[in-house]
């Protein structure tokens, strides 16, 4: 891992795409955890767009919406495969 992790950061309105992890994503993997969690516990999307992505869902409901949709799916990627380019990376950069 290469970026800093950071508990709480800010995010951009749309998640990285694409199968390489990237600094950003290295610098979210606690917010994709949260969302994860969250979509587990069958939380409401507007409420964790709210508290861990810091949107507003009452005055911008689309782009929350969408910012909210795009991060979950990257953290579903992350979890169900794409933590592998995690390790291959790390390994790539021990080398």
């Known amino acids: 891992m290469q970026a800093r ?3 709480d950061p800010d995010v951009e309105d749309e998640a990285p ?43 911008e409901e689309a782009r929350t919406r969408h910012c909210w949709e795009s991060h979950l799916s990257r953290a579903q990627w992350l979890s169900k495969g ?4 995690i390790l291959e990376q790390a390994v790539r950069n021990d080398s």
């Open 5 to 7: 992790l950071r508990l």
């Open 17 to 59: 795409r694409g199968p390489t992890i990237t600094p950003y994503d290295e610098q979210h993997y606690v917010t994709y955890m949260r969302l994860l969690d969250a979509s587990r516990d069958g939380a409401d999307w507007s409420e964790v767009a709210r508290v861990v992505l810091h949107r507003d869902p009452v005055t």
């Open 82 to 85: 794409g933590y592998r380019r």
